[in-house]
């Protein structure tokens, strides 16, 4: 079992940065690839950005792609999601989650290839 929470929303102004955080507790995140996804009010859970188990490789949404930077320290069991230059369509609230399988070479971009989630943090963005 892991548990995740996930921290550092909150309220800014459009152009500016947040850093969200992911600590994980139960077990290690090691080998797990890591994911964060958002949801704003009346809308699905949307893929934002993707992590592999060992970190070399990292997948985004076209709509943060270029703003936003996911990584990952196993020694602190948690993930990160660097925020910048935030627009007032990133407001949603954003969960991070494990991949389901471990060890992979995949990029998961679906919200079912995921199976331990957070509680989620919110963001808003002031125009």
């Known amino acids: 079992q892991v548990q995740l929470v996930e921290s550092g929303g909150g309220l800014v102004q459009a152009g500016g940065s947040l850093r969200l955080s992911c600590a994980a507790s139960?077990?290690?995140?090691?080998?797990?690839?890591m994911g964060w996804f958002r949801q704003a009010p009346g809308k699905e859970r949307d893929f934002v950005a993707t992590i592999t188990w060992h970190g070399g490789t990292t997948y985004y949404a076209d709509s943060v792609k270029g703003r936003f930077t996911i990584s990952r320290d196993d020694a602190k069991n948690t993930v990160y999601l660097q925020m910048n230059t935030l627009k007032p369509e990133d407001t949603a609230v954003y969960y991070c989650?494990?991949?389901?399988?471990?060890?992979?070479?995949?990029?998961?971009?679906?919200?079912?290839?995921?199976?331990?989630w957070g509680q989620g943090t919110q963001v808003t963005v002031s125009s």
């Open positions: 989650a494990t991949s389901r399988w471990t060890y992979s070479r995949t990029i998961y971009t679906e919200a079912n290839d995921y199976y331990y």
């Open positions: 139960g077990r290690t995140i090691s080998g797990y690839a």
